[in-house]
C-alpha cells in the first residue's frame, strides 16, 4: 500500500517562499496502476473544504490551481521517490494544512483537481503565511 509523508511546512512572511516534501513509500515509477497515476497537493484552510493545489502525473504533465499559477511549481523525484512543491510569492490566503495526496491508478472519473480522485493520503503539514 501506498505510504506519503509530507515535511518542509512552517511558518512565513508574506512575499516569502517555502518547499513542501512529499515522501513515497510502495509507490514504484513503474509499472501498473503505478504508471498510470496522479500525485499532488491538496490543502485545507479552517472551516473550509480540501482543494488541489498542483497536481503532476506519471508523464511529468502538471497541473496547477488558478490561485496558485505562476507561484506554485511541482516536481517529482523518481529516483528519490519525492514530489515536491516549491511555493513562492506566498500570501495570506495561501495559509492551510497541505497534503499529499496519490490518485493509484487516476481513473479519471473527477477532475484532476478534485480531491475525490485520491485514495492515498499524506498526514498533511501546517503552512501559515502572516501579512
Known amino acids: 500500500q ?3 509523508v509530507e515535511s518542509g511546512g512552517g511558518s512565513v512572511q508574506s512575499g516569502g517562499s517555502l518547499r513542501l516534501s512529499c ?3 510502495g509507490y514504484p515509477h513503474s509499472g501498473y496502476p503505478y ?4 500525485m499532488g497537493w ?3 484552510a479552517p472551516g473550509k473544504e480540501r482543494e488541489g493545489v498542483a497536481v503532476i502525473g506519471s508523464d511529468g504533465s502538471t497541473t ?3 490561485s496558485v499559477k505562476g507561484r506554485f511549481t511541482i516536481s517529482q523525484d523518481n529516483a528519490k521517490n519525492t514530489m515536491n512543491l516549491q511555493m513562492n510569492s506566498l500570501k495570506p ?4 494544512i497541505y497534503y499529499c495526496a496519490a490518485a493509484v491508478p487516476y481513473r ?3 477532475r484532476i483537481l478534485d480531491k475525490y480522485e485520491y485514495n492515498y493520503w499524506g498526514q498533511g503539514t501546517q503552512v501559515t503565511v502572516s501579512s
Open 23 to 25: 515522501a513515497a513509500s
Open 35 to 38: 504508471n498510470q497515476s496522479n
Open 64 to 66: 496547477y490551481a488558478d
Open 93 to 96: 490566503e495561501d495559509t492551510a
Open 108 to 110: 479519471g472519473y473527477y
Open 2 to 4: 501506498v505510504q506519503l
Open 42 to 44: 491538496f490543502r485545507q
